[in-house]
């Protein structure tokens, strides 16, 4: 799948998932339920890879 962002929405779409990934740390550290826990630390890799993947391609440009 191809994307195209401008810097500008690379740069916002960043900050958002930086944002909702911090949350969900806290999230997982206050949930008591071990398979809610689980299933929000598969979304919190998602969100970390990402985040990497739009990192890298605002060092590529």
Do not use: G, P, W
Request: glycine content about 0%; aromatic content about 2%; charged content about 35%.
């Amino acid at each position: 799948m191809m994307l195209e962002l401008s810097d500008k929405e690379r740069d916002l779409l960043v900050q958002l998932l930086s944002t909702h990934a911090r949350e969900m740390l806290i999230e997982t550290r206050h949930t008591s339920t071990r398979e809610f826990r689980e299933k929000l630390k598969e979304v919190q890799a998602t969100l970390d890879s990402l985040l990497e993947k739009l990192n890298a391609l605002k060092m590529a440009a």
